[in-house]
């Protein structure tokens, strides 16, 4: 992936082409990481709950990352970005930030996931696009699905097919862009959400935005 040197003009060519909607569609679902926590604390007050971890997956530059601290408040993040450029912007974006919260930043993909951590929520925003489907069917989808624990929730901010015939075109254009920049090895839009129902995960919720061109969803173990 060669993302590193697009890092300088990644947020600027999102802003320009779509404005805010594109963070607004990954801000959707972000409450159901404190519902998650919630969700998990035992009915005896006495004891304490235990807290909520974050695997981030393709963070970028590190504006989704600094949301979820300000907002959530998880116990441990890690923040797993496959470009040093993007992920460096990401360290230094929250570098002297007041949060109490551990964030691991590391460079890699979902191979590079200790064997034996577990997150109860894993996060990819605009990822699951960049590839083919047998890489998401064989190698992505598993091992992202070995690291979320039971009962765990997976939240996908992507794009999906389109209606419109300028917004078919502007996907087209995208991947065309990516491919050409970044080395992206996807040619169209993968059906993810197929993969993942036949993965054994549950679409619990999920909104259109951008036109129809993007879905947030919420998919549960």
């Keep these: 992936m060669g993302f590193d040197w697009i890092e300088p ?6 802003k320009i082409v779509f404005g805010s909607r594109l963070q607004r569609a990954q801000l959707r679902f972000i ?3 404190h ?3 919630t969700s998990r604390e035992p009915a005896d007050s006495s004891v304490l709950s235990t807290p909520v971890s974050v695997l981030l997956l393709g963070g970028g530059t590190g504006w989704l990352l600094q949301q979820i601290l300000q907002r959530c408040q998880p116990v441990r993040v890690l923040y797993l970005e496959a470009s040093s ?8 974006r929250i570098l002297h930030q007041p949060f109490s919260i551990e964030v691991r930043f590391q460079t890699g993909d979902e191979q590079t996931i200790p064997a034996d951590e577990q997150f109860d929520v894993i996060i990819t925003p605009f990822v699951l696009d960049l590839f083919t489907r047998a890489t998401l069917q064989h190698r992505m989808i598993p091992r992202l699905l070995e690291a979320l624990r039971p ?11 389109a209606q419109g015939w300028w917004q078919r075109v502007l996907l087209w254009s995208m991947i065309r862009f990516f491919r050409l920049t970044a080395g992206i090895e996807a040619r169209q839009l ?3 959400q197929l993969l993942m129902s036949q993965a054994g995960l549950v679409c619990r919720d999920r909104q259109s935005a951008v036109g129809g061109m993007v879905s947030a969803e919420v998919w549960e173990r």
């Design 190 to 192: 993968p059906d993810w």
């Design 151 to 161: 009962g765990g929730i997976w939240l996908v901010t992507d794009f999906v097919p």
């Design 31 to 33: 409450d159901q990481i």
């Design 35 to 37: 519902r998650q926590q």
């Design 85 to 92: 450029q993007m992920l460096a912007r990401a360290t230094r």
């Design 9 to 14: 003009v990644y947020d600027i060519l999102a």
